[in-house]
């Protein structure tokens, strides 16, 4: 257990929708690190944040946002949704490694 | 940018073999660090192992090895006894600044097949 947790596991829904991805980092990190897997792409970084500030961005998409609040939660918002956002996505929190979440696994039908 | 080749897309080993797997990798930096994480297949990315550049012994966790040889940026993986339980995929991946920020780059991934 990396003591990351995401929620929901599995997510299935239509294209054009909004969905919200949930994690929380371990006790102690204060960043959050999200990650999209896709059988086309690989694993890809999307963004970080840091104590509820924005750090780094990378591959995400424009219809994607996230933030993390007060308690270091982080939530990652999926809106319009395409087929080809199906995928894994992964949060990770950090000290020296970045220990990653079971992930929430996404089906656009 | 940095760059991560895992040039083994399968690997079929017999049990209690050890196996190693193959990372090289690219940069400019100085300062980097290198990881290994497995996923098996119910999806989870499990942290295995690693490697600061500035450290001089290769780091060991249990029955996990890196072996890391600066002068050819490679970083591989060597799994001793190897288990039924390791078939999985690995990844390598590497720590990259952006913005002063920190995120991982990963290779495609190596996917091993434990026989028995």
């Known amino acids: 257990d990396s003591g990351v947790t995401q929620t929901p596991k599995h997510l299935i829904t239509a294209t054009g929708q909004r969905v919200t991805l949930r994690c929380s980092p371990r006790?102690?990190?204060?960043?959050v690190y999200w990650y999209q897997q896709s059988l086309d792409q690989g694993l890809q970084f999307l963004i970080q944040y840091y104590n509820g500030e924005e750090r780094a961005k990378g591959n995400i998409l424009e219809r994607f946002s996230a933030q993390q609040f007060p308690d270091l939660h982080s939530e990652l918002n999926l809106s319009s949704l395409e087929l080809g956002d199906s995928a894994l996505y992964f949060c990770a929190s950090s000290g020296n490694e970045q220990f990653f979440g079971p992930g929430t696994r996404l089906t656009v039908l | 940018a940095q760059k991560i080749t895992q040039t083994q897309p399968g690997m079929f080993v017999q049990e209690k073999e050890a196996v190693t797997l193959d990372c090289t990798y690219d940069t400019s930096d100085q300062s980097y660090g290198l990881f290994w994480y497995k996923q098996p297949s119910s999806g989870e990315m499990i942290f295995l192992i690693y490697q600061g550049s500035y450290d001089e012994q290769n780091a060991t966790e249990g029955r996990y090895s890196l072996n890391f040889q600066k002068a050819r940026k490679s970083a591989n993986l060597v799994i001793s006894a190897s288990q039924l339980g390791d078939s999985a995929m690995y990844f390598c991946?590497?720590?990259?600044?952006?913005?002063?920020?920190?995120?991982?780059?990963f290779g495609q991934g190596t996917r091993l097949t434990i026989n028995p």
């Open positions: 006790s102690g990190d204060l960043s």
């Open positions: 991946a590497m720590r990259e600044l952006i913005q002063g920020a920190q995120k991982l780059v």
